[in-house]
């Protein structure tokens, strides 16, 4: 037993020897500057409120490899601020991201599919023509797409479909 504390106690001292030199000098007080500041870029993305009968553009904060998130932010209360200005939105179905698509296709490669996932099975849905101008235009800030095919849209086809652009709704803006 006494053997097994002495290997001990040396294993021990050894240890800190050799650990004691690995090259770190102690060095006195190092100024490290001044704090860090996050100044990332997060872009930009334009949502269409609604203004009395007008749709209006409104820039909001983006999310980098987000570029649907307005048409996200459609079924959300608008801000204090934009309350303030009068604004509001007439979309009371949430649009989520990751069920929307750019559908590639030859004859219209910038269509983008807004789906509504509370309606499965889809049931119709009563669009207000303001909701339909947000949806669209919002959709159209977006680079590359050119419509929107929506469920329950005017002009439906036979599965209920319909395609929407915010060239449509050029008296509203």
Same mark, same amino acid.
């Given at each position: 037993?006494?053997d097994?504390?002495? *290997?001990?106690?040396a294993?021990?001292?050894l +240890?800190?020897a050799?650990?004691? #030199?690995?090259?770190?000098?102690p060095t006195?007080?190092i ?5 860090v =500041?996050?100044? #990332?870029?997060?872009g930009t993305?334009?949502?269409?409120l609604?203004?009395g009968?007008?749709?209006? $553009?409104?820039?909001r904060?983006?999310l980098?490899g987000?570029p649907? @998130?307005?048409l996200n ?7 204090s #601020?934009e309350r ?8 009371d179905?949430p649009? =989520?991201?990751? @069920?929307?698509?750019? &559908?590639s296709?030859p004859?219209? $490669?910038?269509r983008l599919v ?6 499965? $099975?889809?049931? $119709?849905?009563?669009w ?5 101008a ?5 959709a159209? +800030? &977006? ?5 929107v =095919?929506l *469920?329950?849209?005017p ?5 209920? *479909? #319909?395609? &929407?652009r915010c ?7």
């Amino acid at each position: 037993m006494r053997d097994r504390l002495a *290997w001990t106690i040396a294993a021990a001292a050894l +240890a800190a020897a050799v650990t004691a #030199g690995c090259g770190v000098r102690p060095t006195g007080v190092i100024d490290a500057g001044q704090p860090v =500041e996050a100044a #990332g870029n997060s872009g930009t993305i334009t949502v269409y409120l609604a203004q009395g009968k007008k749709v209006v $553009p409104v820039v909001r904060p983006g999310l980098p490899g987000n570029p649907y @998130l307005g048409l996200n932010q459609l079924s959300v209360r608008v801000t204090s #601020g934009e309350r303030l200005q009068g604004l509001h939105t007439e979309v009371d179905h949430p649009l =989520e991201g990751r @069920l929307i698509r750019i &559908v590639s296709q030859p004859d219209d $490669p910038g269509r983008l599919v807004v789906d509504l996932p509370d309606t499965v $099975p889809h049931r $119709p849905v009563h669009w207000s023509r303001t909701a339909l101008a947000q949806i669209a235009c919002t959709a159209q +800030a &977006v680079p590359g797409v050119s419509s929107v =095919e929506l *469920w329950s849209a005017p002009g439906a086809d036979g599965n209920g *479909w #319909g395609t &929407v652009r915010c060239g449509d709704f050029d008296d509203m803006r």
